[in-house]
């Protein structure tokens, strides 16, 4: 049959409303990739709108997906977090939240998340593991529920180690490599220096490994960096980058499958038997993180 008599009939539009905050990030690439090829599959458009990290963008954006009528709205990273559920609710469509956990969620609003304390921990245990007892975390944008999470599983880490916390080891970041390139000289006016990072993305490990070797450090003998995400880039780079991979094309197919069970829900007039999904992310060793020199 005609699917567009057929979404007239049902009253859908046959389409899914995705909001990232950017498109320049491999890891929103790759999810968006994950969401575009399941919503293709159950012969679903997909409609793209860019917050730019910005939360009065991100409302405007969510506020277009509305006037466009689409069946159901994916938002990726929201920096809006709990107090804006309400309105994500007057949508009248299925939301699903990916890497932006909630707990006051309404009755149809999910999220799909990866386990970021989960990951925070295995990147550092690898860390202590190698032998290192200074290490620095390179935080994210600030304020962002993900980064609080990665930097508890870090501090879980050290914890289980017997290492202390050290507030002077948290080092500033904002997500991306110019970010990582800053934290290095942070990091290199400490004393004692770390002998090794543990960085809130890939795209901030990458920036803090330019800067270290432009500043004469040899990788990993000199400073150890572990990313995360597992983002395309990370194993091309020299020296190839140990991270946390996360799942991302599976993040957003598990979101698309998740708003279309909620859209058959709402169909038959059901309540929702939907839980929120977390996902693992593994550690993937590469060059980049070796044991510290004595």
């Known amino acids: 049959p005609d699917l567009q008599a057929r979404a007239l009939v049902?009253?859908?539009?046959?389409?899914?409303?995705?909001?990232?905050?950017?498109?320049a990030d491999p890891f929103v690439a790759e999810v968006v990739q994950g969401i575009e090829d399941a919503a293709h599959a159950a012969n679903y458009s997909v409609i793209l709108a860019a917050s730019h990290a910005e939360p009065q963008r991100e409302i405007e954006a969510v506020e277009l997906l509305r006037a466009k009528r689409v069946d159901l709205v994916i938002v990726l990273s929201s920096r809006l977090g709990a107090l804006y559920l309400a309105h994500l609710e007057r949508i009248g469509a299925p939301v699903v939240l990916i890497n932006s956990h909630s707990q006051d969620r309404g009755?149809?609003?999910?999220?799909?998340t990866v386990?970021?304390?989960?990951?925070?921990?295995?990147?550092?245990?690898?860390?202590?593991?190698?032998?290192?007892?200074?290490?620095?975390?390179i935080t994210g944008q600030a304020h962002h529920s993900d980064d609080r999470e990665r930097l508890a599983g870090y501090r879980d880490a050290l914890n289980e180690a017997g290492l202390p916390f050290d507030e002077a080891l948290i080092l500033p970041g904002d997500g991306d490599a110019t970010g990582g390139q800053r934290a290095c000289q942070r990091l290199l006016a400490l004393s004692p220096r770390p002998t090794a990072a543990f960085c809130y993305n890939d795209r901030t490990a990458i920036g803090l490994i330019y800067a270290a070797k432009q500043a004469g450090l040899a990788l990993p003998r000199d400073l150890a960096v572990v990313g995360f995400d597992d983002i395309p880039f990370a194993s091309f780079i020299e020296p190839a980058l140990t991270t946390i991979a996360q799942p991302m094309a599976e993040l957003g197919r598990r979101a698309v499958e998740m708003g279309l069970a909620l859209l058959a829900e709402q169909r038959e007039d059901k309540a929702s038997a939907a839980s929120n999904v977390i996902l693992r992310g593994r550690l993937v060793v590469r060059a980049s993180s070796g044991a510290p020199v004595l």
Do not use: C, K
């Not at 049902?10 to 990232?20: D, E, H, K, L, N």
């Not at 009755?107 to 799909?112: A, C, I, Q």
């Open 107 to 112: 009755p149809y609003t999910f999220s799909v």
């Open 115 to 137: 386990d970021n304390r989960h990951g925070g921990y295995l990147a550092t245990r690898h860390l202590v593991e190698l032998g290192h007892r200074r290490i620095a975390y």
């Open 10 to 23: 049902m009253g859908r539009t046959q389409s899914v409303g995705v909001v990232v905050t950017t498109i």
